[in-house]
């Protein structure tokens, strides 16, 4: 059979087309917004649950007092009359603590239910803040300016939720001031290696150096309350190993001006972690200790 040269030509357009589109998809990172979109339905549920829960005890924090811990609020440094950006803010307890402790808040996190939940709260207990509901991949599509924050500060639970830290370091570098700085504190990639469901030994279980592809979770349950059953029962998180976040910061312009690592973590991340007077969560005495928690102080330089 002949075919019209026109017609060879559309024929060499499909066969090309459908030979790319899953890597253009791929390269356009649908795939990612796709597990994201899918953690974003889980942490919209969460919200609601999370706000009511002891773990969070929002009740006690309209009384007064601060959520975040002294050593956070010692390696932060005075905050008054500063402009402080929280990354994944959830429902902003610890966003409306630093705005009791003085600065001039604004809290971001993808869930609309947080945000909603976050502004009522803000309301109900008088404290001025900002809340804007953005995956942080799409900041640039905020109302957020560029160079207008003294501090940009995530915590507890954060970067395991983003597939790219390089994206996140350019956007925490994009809105920071010159002479500004990044504050992190959270859970450390080589506790983040162990097995959570072993109930009495240390045993790696996940990676400890970033991989695209996620870990891959179903879960019913949230660590703020256990006996919850959820309906978004999948979840998708990504390890990042500390070379790779100090130096997708690094990249970013950033200065590194601190690493600490803590043996003790925020919350009971394995099951056979014991909470001590401090409030922090220790590996009990048996265990050569390694760390649980690290953080980082990072300034965008004024050169
Ligand atoms: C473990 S919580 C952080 C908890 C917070 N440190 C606290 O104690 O209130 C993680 C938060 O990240 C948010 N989150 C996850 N992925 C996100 C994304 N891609 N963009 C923005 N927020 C995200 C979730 O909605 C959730 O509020």
Redesign the pocket.
């Known amino acids: 059979m002949i075919i019209p040269r026109e017609h060879n030509l559309l024929l060499l357009l499909i066969v090309k087309y459908n030979f790319l589109i899953p890597f253009a998809r791929y390269r356009c990172g649908i795939h990612m917004k796709e597990y994201?979109k899918i953690?974003k339905k889980r942490?919209e549920e969460l919200?609601t649950i999370h706000f009511k829960s002891e773990f969070y005890n929002v009740e006690k924090f309209k009384e007064g007092g601060i959520s975040i811990s002294d050593l956070e609020i010692n390696e932060v440094g005075d905050v008054k009359g500063k402009k402080l950006l929280h990354l994944?803010?959830?429902f902003g307890?610890?966003t409306l603590s630093w705005a009791r402790l003085g600065a001039h808040v604004t809290g971001?996190?993808?869930?609309s239910r947080?945000i909603e939940l976050a502004r009522q709260l803000s309301a109900e207990i008088g404290i001025e803040a900002t809340f804007i509901q953005?995956?942080?991949?799409d900041l640039d599509r905020t109302s957020l300016k560029q160079n207008c924050f003294d501090i940009v500060f995530t915590?507890?639970?954060?970067i395991y939720?983003?597939p790219d830290l390089k994206k996140w370091a350019q956007f925490i570098s994009h809105f920071l001031k010159l002479g500004g700085f990044f504050y992190i504190l959270d859970s450390h990639p080589t506790g983040n290696i162990f097995d959570d469901e072993c109930e009495n030994d240390l045993i790696v279980r996940y990676p400890y150096f970033h991989q695209e592809k996620p870990l891959e979770f179903d879960e019913e349950g949230s660590y703020a309350d256990e006996r919850t059953k959820l309906t978004n029962t999948k979840e998708y998180g990504w390890a990042h190993d500390m070379g790779s976040i100090v130096n997708s910061l690094i990249e970013a312009g950033l200065r590194i001006d601190f690493v600490h690592e803590y043996p003790f973590v925020a919350w009971k991340m394995l099951p056979f972690l014991e909470q001590k007077g401090d409030g922090w969560w220790h590996l009990p005495e048996r265990f050569q200790q390694v760390p649980l928690t690290f953080s980082l102080k990072a300034t965008k330089n004024s050169v």
């Not at 971001?108 to 869930?111: A, G, N, R």
């Not at 953005?134 to 991949?137: E, T």
């Open positions: 994201i953690n942490w919200a994944q803010c959830h307890k610890d971001v996190d993808f869930s947080a953005s995956d942080i991949y915590s507890n639970g954060a939720w983003l």
